[in-house]
């Protein structure tokens, strides 16, 4: 029985990274909002990134350790787009497990802040999750890639700010879609079900 939840679970987190891969690289493509800019050694570019609606599904489903290891996976494709293929090693490490990061988060916070239900309680719940990963996303980028790329500190600050706003952007928009999905009483049934 043990071995058939893990099983169950690991597929699951597998689907969802998928699924968080596969929105990643469209609303990438679909959506760029700056495109590549090269700053000496790195190349930056900005673009609309929804992979973490897989995030927000696998964390409210199936906790932090389902979120974090589908944000983690679901990173893969933001992590190649904006960091290895530009050049950006930090970028292209930093990226998913920022992401891992805000899957663990949105399964403790989901269970805290959302867990009576609620639209305005969904979206501050996807907003608060993306703090620990906004927070990383300034560090790698103020004092790492300054280190490593020999970018100036206040064009990677700068670049950093822009990343998290657009990012908390995103957050408020996913915590939208989150309310209708979880307002859908077939899709609730169904996750519910799948982790019965």
Not at 13 to 23: E, H, K, S
Not at 124 to 134: K, L, N
Not at 184 to 192: E, G, P, Q, S
Request: charged share 10%; aromatic share 10%; proline share 5%.
């Amino acid at each position: 029985m043990h071995t058939h939840i893990q099983s169950k679970t690991l597929a699951f987190a597998a689907t969802m990274a998928a699924l968080g891969n596969a929105l990643s690289f469209l609303s990438i493509q679909l959506t760029p909002l700056v495109p590549s800019i090269p700053l000496g050694p790195v190349t930056v570019s900005l673009a609309l990134d929804l992979s973490h609606l897989s995030t927000f599904i696998a964390a409210l489903f199936g906790g932090p350790v389902v979120g974090g290891l589908t944000g983690l996976l679901s990173g893969l494709v933001a992590a190649f787009e904006f960091g290895f293929s530009k050049g950006n090693l930090v970028t292209g490490i930093g990226l998913p497990l920022g992401k891992a990061m805000t899957g663990v988060a949105a399964g403790y916070v989901f269970r805290r802040l959302y867990a009576e239900g609620g639209s305005l309680r969904m979206v501050a719940s996807t907003v608060v999750a993306y703090v620990p990963e906004a927070l990383l996303t300034l560090v790698l980028f103020r004092y790492v890639l300054p280190r490593v790329a020999g970018l100036p500190a206040g064009i990677a600050t700068a670049v950093a700010i822009q990343i998290v706003v657009k990012a908390f952007f995103e957050m408020i928009l996913l915590g939208l879609v989150m309310v209708g999905l979880t307002g859908n009483a077939v899709f609730d049934d169904l996750a519910r079900r799948y982790f019965a």
